[in-house]
């Protein structure tokens, strides 16, 4: 297992609790750098579902019909929590504020970033 040495700051975002299905919500706000924009790398995501069927997750960027996927889509089983650790998740560094879709409301998202700049 190859872990790659911090370039940035590890930052949490808030529990996000999905309000409206397949409807975009934000995740994580970068930190205002001035001249510099900071960009972001989804280090973990954790996931809790419990809405009484399989859903599935999206984090991308953008709103509405702005929204665009940065990782796969990922499954989130029924009645369990599950974490993906940077090992499993694809780094993708990106250059704007994190946002979050699900296929029912009521699943709980949340991310640990790296942050850069």
């Not at 590890?10 to 409206?20: G, L, M, P, Q, Y």
């Amino acid at each position: 297992m190859d872990i790659k040495k911090a370039r940035g700051i590890r930052k949490s975002s808030e529990i996000i609790t999905i309000a409206a299905a397949t409807t975009p919500e934000a995740l994580f706000t970068r930190t205002a750098s001035g001249q510099n924009p900071r960009t972001v790398i989804v280090r973990k995501i954790f996931v809790y579902n419990n809405t009484g069927g399989d859903e599935t997750v999206d984090i991308g960027t953008g709103l509405a019909g702005a929204f665009a996927n940065i990782i796969p889509t990922i499954t989130a089983v029924n009645g369990f929590d599950a974490q993906w650790t940077e090992e499993l998740i694809p780094e993708v560094e990106v250059g704007a504020d994190l946002t979050v879709q699900a296929s029912a409301l009521g699943v709980q998202v949340q991310v640990e970033v790296e942050e850069i700049g």
